[in-house]
């Protein structure tokens, strides 16, 4: 860890057990580009099971000690962040101890962004109490207002499922006959079974009411369905018979959480009405997004057996940034549908890679492209030309014949040719993709890794990798000008790259700002719509084979330029700290020692205390509405620099209050960080 980054998260940790001093919650921040979670110093008094070493780990050794059917769950909650479909984090999940006990938690936290409105970090804290309010006290199944939630969140992503209710029939006789306590273990023993009988599919247990569950079973369908409400009314047979009702998730009917809830209802009343003891499905649905998928991919199928017929590529242009000039293209794929037209690589791309059709346009794609390049090495002789390769490609028995076949068929040599591998991809068989890599490369080929920071790798697991050039990913080059991180984190890069004599090249350039920037930090190549969007055959051929022309690189004055392009890129570490602190549900000022003049109040104290504005204001009258220093001021002994904690009344809020204060540096100058707590 760098020295800067050291001292800054070591200030973070301090704040956080600052903070869990008076609480029972564990405090915790979560660096998203380091993937690490840094905690409050109660962690190990509250959960010593977890381990953890010096308040931080990686977020992967929190998931090992999650319940495995949460663990889905608490990535999905994580994504939303990534995604920015959400900036609050809130989850309650079951962490298991070494003894197997489960323990239910919630957390809750808010997401911070840094200058280009990308998430940064997650601050929030871990807390039992919370996780016990979604949670059935007798069952430890989840309740209602949970059901809803998942329900709704299971509608925003468009997911496959079903809702399953299942009401046991005629409890109040079973209660009568054998008793309360009989018929609250036979509730627990219920939720068991629903655990089991459902454990392959990805699912949550609820209980909705004093005698009916329901399950959320993802990936299944409606034989499936069947099958486990006839499993769990055989495990019971001989002890009360269930009714059920089943709703499948549909984009047009159950377009929220409540509105699937009210289904599934519907359909447990329809059976109970029509004799018990048997299940009924909503009877609504709506199969056209289904029927769209299936038409695209019949579509796609036809296509391929009519000679690719509506498939076609487009180039985008790269750049050799030192020399001025066309270095070459990237090969992408594009399919107009007969019906619904051009369809975006997004919706096309993950049909074919889900079935063996990826293989073979793959191989299309490779033909097509070599053969274009040797039309156009013509006229350019060192063009370069970049095909992207799947993993389904790469584990082709014969995808090293197929490529050099694909080379010796249009008489070409293999240093026009560079295949592209994604990132995300599973490159940890090192050996395996070494020995196909170094026979390409014995042919001149050269291999690149796309996407780079955006997946599993880094540089030092790509060292074991035989590639020739990183590919940056445009997340890093989009506004590089108004982020140090982003900024730094290429520069490393290229020097690292040109350390192991591979290229960088940067993908996603769209302005002359961006330019600026990446012309002093010199990668070998560029691409983006800056130089050239991804144009057709004929179009990318008038434009840049046909044409004399050369696109315009230099940027002018560019040491001005970059002076005034990245000047007050640092943030302050009382700026870090207030993104933080505005976060927290507490009341937070910092104020002067001396002068009691408010240096700073989170949004929450604003919003309680009722304040406008604090510039120019003392700390006692904004808080206190006093005309001078309060008991609390006139506390400190700024020798022995203690904390203080003090029980005063509060003119404002008409109650008594709980001050603790601690004594920080704030730009330079001795301050003093209060933490208001304020009865419920």
Same mark, same amino acid.
């Given at each position: 860890?760098?020295?800067?980054?050291?001292?800054?998260?070591?200030?973070?940790?301090?704040?956080?057990?600052?903070?869990?001093?008076?609480?029972?919650?564990?405090?915790?921040?979560?660096?998203?580009?380091?993937?690490?979670i840094y905690f409050s110093k109660n962690i190990d008094k509250k959960y010593?099971?977890?381990?953890?070493? /010096?308040?931080?780990?990686?977020?992967?050794?929190?998931?090992?000690?999650?319940?495995?059917?949460?663990?889905?769950?608490?990535?999905?909650?994580?994504?939303?962040?990534?995604?920015?479909?959400?900036?609050?984090?809130?989850?309650?999940?079951?962490?298991?101890?070494?003894?197997?006990?489960?323990?239910?938690?919630?957390?809750?936290?808010?997401?911070?962004?840094?200058?280009?409105?990308?998430?940064?970090?997650?601050?929030?804290?871990?807390?039992?109490?919370?996780?016990?309010?979604? +949670?059935?006290?007798?069952?430890?199944?989840?309740?209602?207002?949970?059901?809803?939630?998942?329900?709704?969140?299971?509608?925003?992503?468009?997911?496959?499922?079903?809702?399953?209710?299942?009401?046991?029939?005629?409890?109040?006789?079973?209660?009568?006959?054998?008793?309360?306590?009989?018929?609250n273990n036979l509730l627990v023993k219920i939720v068991k079974t629903f655990?089991?009988?459902?454990?392959?599919?990805?699912?949550?247990?609820?209980?909705?009411?004093?005698?009916?569950?329901? +399950?959320?079973?993802?990936?299944?369908?409606?034989?499936?369905?069947?099958?486990?409400?006839?499993?769990?009314?055989?495990?019971?047979?001989?002890?009360?018979?269930?009714?059920?009702?089943?709703?499948?998730?549909?984009?047009?009917?159950?377009?929220?959480?409540?509105?699937?809830?009210?289904?599934?209802?519907?359909?447990?009343?329809?059976?109970?009405?029509?004799?018990?003891?048997?299940?009924?499905?909503?009877?609504?649905?709506?199969?056209?997004?289904?029927?769209?998928?299936?038409?695209?991919?019949?579509?796609?199928? /036809?296509?391929?057996?009519?000679?690719?017929?509506d498939f076609s590529l487009n180039y985008q242009p790269q750049i050799d940034?030192?020399?001025?000039?066309?270095?070459?293209?990237?090969?992408?794929?594009?399919?107009?549908?007969?019906?619904?037209?051009?369809?975006?690589?997004?919706?096309?791309?993950?049909?074919?890679?889900?079935?063996?059709?990826?293989?073979?346009?793959?191989?299309?794609?490779?033909?097509?492209?070599?053969?274009?390049?040797?039309?156009?090495?013509?006229?350019?002789?060192?063009?370069?030309?970049?095909?992207?390769?799947?993993?389904?490609?790469?584990?082709?028995?014969?995808?090293?014949?197929?490529?050099?076949?694909?080379?010796?068929?249009?008489?070409?040599?293999?240093?026009?040719?560079?295949?592209?591998?994604?990132?995300?991809?599973?490159?940890?068989?090192?050996?395996?993709?070494?020995?196909?890599?170094?026979?390409?490369?014995?042919?001149?080929?050269?291999?690149?890794?796309?996407?780079?920071?955006?997946?599993?790798?880094?540089?030092?697991?790509?060292?074991?990798?035989?590639?020739?050039?990183?590919?940056?990913?445009?997340?890093?080059?989009?506004?590089?000008?108004?982020?140090?991180?982003?900024?730094?984190?290429?520069?490393?890069?290229?020097?690292?790259?040109?350390?192991?004599?591979?290229?960088?090249?940067?993908?996603?350039?769209?302005?002359?700002?961006?330019?600026?920037?990446?012309?002093?930090?010199?990668?070998?190549?560029?691409?983006?719509?800056?130089?050239?969007?991804?144009?057709?055959?004929?179009?990318?051929?008038?434009?840049?084979?046909?044409?004399?022309?050369?696109?315009?690189?230099?940027?002018?004055?560019?040491?001005?330029?970059?002076?005034?392009?990245?000047?007050?890129?640092?943030?302050?570490?009382?700026?870090?700290?207030?993104?933080?602190?505005?976060?927290?549900?507490?009341?937070?000022?910092?104020?002067?020692?001396?002068?009691?003049?408010?240096?700073?109040?989170?949004?929450?104290?604003?919003?309680?205390?009722?304040?406008?504005?604090?510039?120019?204001?003392?700390?006692?009258?904004?808080?206190?509405?006093?005309?001078?220093?309060?008991?609390?001021?006139?506390?400190?002994?700024?020798?022995?620099?203690?904390?203080?904690?003090?029980?005063?009344?509060?003119?404002?809020?008409?109650?008594?209050?709980?001050?603790?204060?601690?004594?920080?540096?704030?730009?330079?100058?001795?301050?003093?960080?209060?933490?208001?707590?304020?009865?419920?």
């Amino acid at each position: 860890m760098k020295k800067a980054e050291y001292k800054k998260n070591s200030y973070y940790l301090e704040m956080l057990d600052f903070f869990s001093e008076n609480s029972d919650d564990c405090f915790f921040i979560i660096e998203i580009e380091e993937n690490k979670i840094y905690f409050s110093k109660n962690i190990d008094k509250k959960y010593p099971f977890l381990n953890i070493r /010096h308040k931080v780990c990686e977020l992967s050794l929190i998931k090992q000690k999650i319940y495995a059917r949460d663990i889905e769950t608490f990535d999905n909650e994580l994504n939303k962040i990534m995604k920015k479909e959400s900036d609050v984090y809130d989850i309650t999940f079951r962490i298991v101890n070494n003894n197997n006990k489960i323990i239910w938690v919630n957390s809750h936290g808010k997401a911070q962004y840094d200058k280009n409105g990308n998430p940064c970090r997650i601050i929030g804290r871990l807390s039992e109490k919370l996780g016990k309010y979604r +949670v059935d006290a007798l069952t430890g199944a989840f309740n209602v207002p949970q059901l809803i939630d998942d329900a709704s969140e299971l509608c925003k992503t468009n997911g496959v499922a079903y809702l399953l209710a299942m009401g046991i029939d005629d409890m109040k006789h079973i209660n009568i006959k054998d008793g309360r306590e009989y018929g609250n273990n036979l509730l627990v023993k219920i939720v068991k079974t629903f655990e089991n009988v459902a454990r392959k599919y990805e699912h949550r247990v609820y209980r909705i009411n004093g005698d009916c569950f329901a +399950v959320m079973l993802h990936n299944i369908d409606k034989s499936g369905v069947e099958k486990i409400y006839n499993n769990i009314c055989k495990k019971f047979k001989h002890i009360c018979s269930f009714s059920g009702g089943a709703v499948e998730y549909n984009s047009n009917i159950t377009t929220d959480g409540n509105t699937m809830y009210q289904c599934v209802e519907i359909a447990l009343d329809e059976a109970k009405k029509h004799g018990k003891s048997h299940l009924r499905f909503f009877k609504e649905k709506d199969y056209k997004n289904k029927i769209s998928i299936v038409e695209l991919q019949d579509n796609l199928k /036809h296509s391929i057996s009519q000679g690719f017929k509506d498939f076609s590529l487009n180039y985008q242009p790269q750049i050799d940034l030192k020399n001025q000039k066309l270095y070459g293209a990237e090969v992408l794929l594009r399919y107009d549908d007969p019906k619904r037209g051009n369809v975006p690589p997004t919706e096309f791309i993950p049909i074919l890679e889900q079935t063996d059709m990826i293989c073979e346009v793959g191989t299309w794609v490779l033909k097509t492209a070599i053969k274009q390049c040797k039309i156009w090495r013509e006229k350019i002789p060192d063009f370069h030309i970049s095909v992207n390769l799947s993993y389904s490609q790469l584990k082709q028995p014969n995808i090293v014949d197929i490529v050099l076949n694909s080379l010796e068929e249009q008489g070409m040599k293999g240093e026009a040719l560079t295949l592209e591998v994604t990132e995300s991809m599973e490159l940890h068989d090192y050996h395996k993709l070494n020995s196909i890599f170094s026979r390409w490369k014995q042919e001149g080929i050269e291999i690149s890794v796309d996407d780079f920071g955006t997946g599993y790798s880094s540089l030092n697991r790509l060292q074991k990798l035989d590639v020739d050039e990183i590919k940056i990913d445009r997340c890093f080059i989009t506004e590089i000008q108004n982020s140090m991180y982003n900024y730094q984190l290429v520069n490393n890069v290229i020097t690292l790259a040109d350390n192991g004599n591979m290229r960088v090249c940067c993908e996603g350039v769209e302005t002359e700002d961006e330019l600026a920037v990446l012309q002093k930090l010199a990668p070998k190549l560029l691409q983006g719509y800056l130089f050239g969007k991804p144009y057709s055959t004929e179009e990318f051929e008038k434009r840049y084979i046909n044409s004399n022309e050369i696109p315009r690189l230099i940027c002018e004055n560019i040491d001005n330029k970059l002076d005034s392009i990245i000047h007050d890129i640092h943030k302050t570490r009382e700026q870090q700290l207030e993104e933080i602190l505005d976060s927290l549900d507490e009341c937070i000022c910092v104020s002067d020692m001396k002068t009691y003049d408010v240096y700073y109040i989170n949004k929450t104290c604003l919003k309680i205390f009722g304040i406008e504005k604090y510039d120019g204001k003392k700390c006692y009258q904004l808080l206190q509405r006093k005309n001078a220093p309060c008991e609390l001021c006139k506390k400190w002994d700024l020798q022995e620099n203690k904390q203080i904690y003090l029980n005063i009344y509060n003119e404002y809020l008409k109650t008594n209050i709980t001050v603790k204060d601690k004594i920080i540096d704030w730009n330079g100058k001795k301050a003093r960080l209060q933490i208001i707590s304020i009865p419920e």
